[in-house]
């Protein structure tokens, strides 16, 4: 947050404001998070007043104001939305109306899921320690389709490399309220398999990770262990 930092320069210079006033800016939103404030973060006493009912709003409806957001920071650097995310909107050219707005929202908000969890894990699979950024998927542990409210939440994600992402999702590895690895019966059956050795044998009990500011939330946790993890 301090106005030497490159991403906030770059964002006064979009508004029109100095860096010093974005970065006061930023403590104060920083100062009605309850992680930040957990580390100290004060704020200016009149400043948090003016911003806590912004920040309200937001966590009640992050899916649809991050991508406004991200529509109003392409509009400041003269762009469209659907230039400054191409690489992730392939295929939906054709798509008109209602159903393509739905689908550029739903791809966006996807994308910075994945950034804000990758970068909440500092870059590194929760269980391999892998930090090739091309093999690193953002898990949700409540699924995209069960709790709209909690998609774009950072404490419903856990960054995975490919095969214990799949794994994941399809509850063949669970993670318990204590942040452990817990291998489900149906995986446990192929002991004898090599790649049940080499992947998965030593996974019980071990603990994953974890990321450097938002923990996995433990009701999200049991949530997957109880309707999602295959036992």
Not at 85 to 112: F, P, S, W
Request: charged share 25%; aromatic share 10%.
């Amino acid at each position: 947050m301090h106005s030497r930092t490159p991403e906030i320069i770059h964002l006064a210079n979009l508004i029109g404001r100095t860096p010093d006033s974005v970065a006061i800016r930023l403590t104060n939103f920083a100062s009605v998070d309850s992680f930040h404030q957990a580390r100290g973060v004060k704020g200016m006493e009149g400043g948090k007043k003016q911003v806590q009912p912004i920040w309200d709003e937001f966590i009640n409806d992050r899916e649809e104001l991050l991508f406004e957001s991200e529509k109003i920071l392409a509009e400041k650097e003269h762009t469209k939305i659907e230039e400054r995310y191409a690489n992730i909107l392939e295929g939906i050219g054709d798509m008109k109306g209602e159903d393509k707005i739905r689908a550029v929202k739903t791809r966006v908000n996807q994308d910075l899921f994945r950034k804000i969890v990758i970068t909440n894990y500092g870059g590194q699979c929760a269980i391999t320690g892998i930090d090739i950024p091309d093999l690193l998927l953002a898990s949700h542990i409540i699924p995209w389709s069960k709790n709209e409210q909690q998609r774009l939440n950072p404490e419903n994600g856990i960054c995975f490399s490919p095969l214990y992402d799949r794994a994941y999702d399809k509850g063949y590895i669970g993670i318990n309220e204590n942040f452990e690895v817990i291998v489900s019966s149906s995986i446990k059956e192929k002991h004898s398999l090599e790649y049940h050795a080499k992947h998965f044998a030593s996974l019980t009990g071990s603990k994953i990770t974890l990321p450097q500011k938002y923990y996995p939330k433990r009701e999200f946790l049991q949530f997957h262990m109880d309707t999602i993890f295959r036992g």
